[in-house]
């Protein structure tokens, strides 16, 4: 795996909007131009975690113990797999990402913790990530597993790669499997958002922001669970949720759905 430092990643960018410190230059000087458009984006990516741990605290209260987490990033405090295994020491989680850094600094977390692993490959191949050995040994296919995607399909363009990816897992999990989501939209600041993807196209990433309507048809095939497609913080909220303005709220949207 080679890393390159001249190049930002949308994995290190997003490390540097949590305040850590796996990121080079280039990748906090894109995130510094982000936040002067957005400057609630290092609440926005704190609130995303809060969702995240909420989504997987819901989950393993609901029975499912084991999760896929696609586009896993760099690792910070609060992992899938600490809150899992809080909730449930029986829990299993695979991680999932084709940034390099990413990989080798959650294997370096994981450590001999056995009940995890991390999979260097591209969420894009459902095929691919599901059949990986690795994964294989942690993650039981024929019983409900919870698919984490938080602020990665938003690096997806329309198409069929994003068709056949959303049908890929779709068609692969278990009934009473769970697809969590999070994603950005324009919100009620379009132009901001505009601005957003402007910088990170130039950075050589794809950066698409879908509306309610269209996040929504992310799900099809899924029955979405109440209280259905949220805007901001709103997704089941526990009383430690981010405070965040009307703006930045309505420039994220969560769901999560399950399969039938």
């Known amino acids: 795996m080679s890393i390159d ?43 995303n975690r809060a969702f995240l741990h909420r989504v997987v605290r819901w989950a393993v209260a609901g029975g499912v113990r084991q999760f896929v987490d696609l586009g896993s990033g760099i690792p910070t405090e609060g992992n899938v797999h600490e809150v899992a295994l809080a909730a449930d020491p029986d829990a299993r989680v695979a991680y999932v990402d084709v940034d390099p850094t990413a990989v080798l600094y959650a294997r370096e977390l994981l450590g001999d913790e056995h009940r995890a692993v991390v999979v260097n490959a591209d969420l894009r191949d459902p095929a691919s990530v599901l059949d990986d050995p690795e994964l294989r040994a942690v993650i039981d296919p024929e019983r409900p597993i919870g698919i984490l995607m938080f602020a990665v399909l938003h690096f997806i363009p329309e198409g069929p790669v994003l068709d056949a990816t959303l049908r890929g897992y779709r068609e692969a999990v278990a009934p009473g499997s769970l697809l969590a989501v999070s994603h950005a939209s324009g919100g009620l600041d379009p132009e901001a958002v505009d601005r957003v993807a402007d910088l990170y196209s130039r950075a050589g990433t794809p950066f698409v ?34 405070q965040l303005s009307d703006s930045a709220s309505s420039m994220v949207l969560t769901g999560v759905g399950r399969r039938r």
């Open 5 to 47: 430092p001249n190049r930002p990643s949308s994995a290190r960018v997003y490390d540097a909007f949590l305040g850590g410190t796996h990121n080079f230059a280039v990748d906090r000087s894109v995130a510094a131009r982000i936040m002067e458009i957005v400057p609630e984006m290092a609440a926005l990516a704190r609130a």
């Open 209 to 242: 922001p879908r509306d309610e309507a269209r996040f929504a048809a992310l799900f099809d095939g899924w029955e979405l669970v109440e209280p259905g497609v949220v805007r901001g913080s709103g997704w089941h909220p526990d009383g430690g949720v981010e």
